[in-house]
């Protein structure tokens, strides 16, 4: 070995040797350095710098624009995706233009509902922005050729919509539609205690089961939703408690079906209910969704029970569709018109005022004018203060679209009378002068006045003082319309404030805890003024939160080939590790 490599370095230092340049030499020589400005090649094959490849793309800093269509299961479901991509860190905008990826949350009840849609899809495309398509549409039938080469995450996928949206800005394509079980059993969905943004900072929509247990001949829906999961009611309970604790005071139950809740899991909604009623604060208000005749009858007793609760409103959504039977039959409803008037009357009589809102279905298949003249004695002899009348409208893949259609002008004529039927009287001009408690939760359409809800769920309108919002008062009603009325808060009224907390923000995070906060959506504690371990210490903390963001995003993450579509299954087994 030469002599030299006998020496021994004390330090790496010792290295340089006495004819290397100094560091003060070095910097002189530096100056003398001149950038050579690289001319930008004008071959259309070469990629431009502002559109780098997808493996470049940095996820989590582009802008969403969320648009849903549907019931209100669906806008919950609209949530909860605002709120795991809000959480990643993208940016959620109202405004279309300015977004780099369109998230459209479809609906597939009815043929104009799924034309949005389809336009909206269009639209997006003729924009050149990236597409990820939620909802029912997709989910019931995914084959269809406007949907090929886009992106499509299932109704019960949506707590992996961060990973669709990721992939699809990077340039693939990817679809999860498959269903979440555990030891082979359908499970409700996602999980309940997601991140969330609320579309109204004071009103939880908490789905309490997903599908239903009919096969009606009308119904897409069921296609996509598929047939009755419930969740535990500790986890809807749970839900609810955090809700309030965020500045919640009005919770709506919500599913295809809530009056089927439970029987999969062996219990039903009352327990549900009574359960859930424990933990309304004083001031809030729960709110039950639709439910369906012949789940409804057995339980008429303790729901009398319930909707007579203080903190419920008394308030029940029960489709009739039809007050044929031979139409109901063909429906395959599993009811009776006997059964529906059992219910209301019922109700009527053991939950004085209860507001009882409804569907009818004009123009069913095989639908002649004795049936049709069935259903407007109906309303006539109910006087329902809200009705959904809906112009029948064949589903692609139903048994309703292949039976014998009744013609066009005919469905048109019959909801155009069963409309003036229903406007022909004022629900609640016997209210006028009477003072009512409402709930104050948002804002008119016309942005003139606060909408508040009294005790039967009947719409109040009141003056716009930001005082009253979120805020229970006594109002004294001066004016009523067809679908409202007016009231004026009174002078010596007691104020109820439900919230037990301030409510979040608009556009703010449901669902994270404060270490979380402070990580995902930057309300960071660092010091104001930087200090000698402000850096290492904002470092580990970033490097904290994206560790907890990678295990809590997904439990499965996947590199994809670029321009390839993977099914769920392929997915699950290509796993990227972090």
């Not at 336009?119 to 050149?128: L, P, R």
């Not at 939703?225 to 969740?231: F, M, Q």
């Not at 909408?451 to 109002?475: C, S, T």
């Amino acid at each position: 070995m030469p002599a030299a490599c006998e020496s021994v370095l004390e330090d790496i230092e010792d290295i340089v040797s006495a004819q290397d340049l100094k560091p003060h030499e070095r910097r002189s020589v530096r100056r003398n350095v001149f950038p050579k400005v690289r001319k930008r090649s004008s071959h259309k094959d070469i990629q431009a710098d502002d559109d780098p490849p997808s493996d470049s793309i940095i996820p989590g800093a582009q802008k969403i624009w969320i648009r849903t269509w549907g019931c209100s299961h669906n806008n919950s479901d609209g949530e909860y995706m605002a709120g795991q991509l809000a959480a990643y860190g993208y940016k959620i905008t109202e405004n279309s233009a300015e977004a780099d990826l369109w998230l459209l949350n479809s609906c597939t009840v009815k043929n104009p509902a799924e034309d949005h849609f389809r336009n909206s899809i269009k639209k997006a495309q003729e924009g050149n922005k990236k597409v990820v398509l939620a909802g029912c549409v997709p989910q019931a039938q995914p084959r269809q050729d406007y949907l090929k080469g886009l992106s499509i995450i299932g109704v019960q996928q949506i707590d992996r919509v961060v990973e669709v949206v990721e992939e699809t800005i990077k340039g693939h394509s990817v679809r999860l539609l498959g269903q979440k079980k555990d030891n082979g059993k359908r499970l409700g969905g996602a999980r309940l205690d997601l991140p969330k943004i609320r579309k109204n900072p004071l009103i939880e929509i908490i789905s309490i089961n997903t599908g239903c247990l009919n096969a009606c001949t009308y119904c897409k829906t069921k296609h996509a939703r598929g047939d009755l999961a419930s969740y535990p009611i500790e986890e809807l309970v749970d839900r609810a408690k955090q809700s309030f604790q965020e500045g919640v005071c009005e919770i709506w139950l919500t599913s295809e079906d809530t009056g089927a809740y439970g029987r999969d899991i062996g219990t039903d909604l009352p327990t549900l209910l009574w359960k859930l009623v424990e933990a309304v604060p004083e001031g809030a208000m729960l709110r039950l969704g639709m439910t369906n005749p012949p789940y409804i009858l057995e339980h008429l007793e303790e729901m009398a029970k319930i909707l007579n609760h203080p903190r419920v409103y008394a308030f029940l959504h029960i489709p009739v569709q039809s007050a044929s039977d031979s139409v109901l039959m063909d429906m395959k409803r599993e009811y009776c018109v006997a059964d529906f008037k059992q219910v209301v009357d019922f109700l009527k009589e053991k939950v004085p005022g209860i507001t009882i809102a409804t569907d009818i279905i004009c123009g069913f298949p095989g639908e002649t004018d004795e049936d049709f003249q069935e259903t407007m004695k109906l309303v006539e002899q109910y006087r329902f203060p809200s009705l959904f009348i809906n112009q029948f409208y064949p589903r692609p893949g139903t048994p309703a679209a292949k039976m014998h259609q009744v013609p066009a002008a005919v469905k048109k004529r019959r909801t155009k009378d069963l409309s003036q039927l229903f406007h022909s009287y004022n629900p609640y001009d016997h209210k006028v002068g009477e003072r009512q408690r409402v709930l104050v939760t948002e804002e008119s359409f016309d942005s003139n006045y606060y909408v508040a809800h009294n005790r039967f769920y009947e719409q109040v309108l009141v003056p716009k003082d930001p005082l009253l919002m979120g805020k229970m008062v006594e109002v004294n009603i001066y004016e009523a319309g067809k679908h409202f009325m007016k009231g004026q808060p009174e002078s010596d009224a007691r104020v109820y404030t439900a919230s037990i907390t301030r409510p979040l923000a608009k556009g703010e995070v449901s669902g994270l805890t404060e270490v979380s906060k402070r990580h995902f959506l930057n309300e960071s504690t660092w010091p104001s003024s930087p200090s000698p371990s402000h850096s290492a210490h904002k470092g580990a903390g970033m490097r904290a939160s994206f560790q907890m963001l990678r295990r809590w995003v997904a439990s499965c993450r996947v590199i994809l080939p670029r321009r390839d579509t993977c099914s769920a299954a392929c997915l699950s087994s290509r796993q990227r590790l972090f």
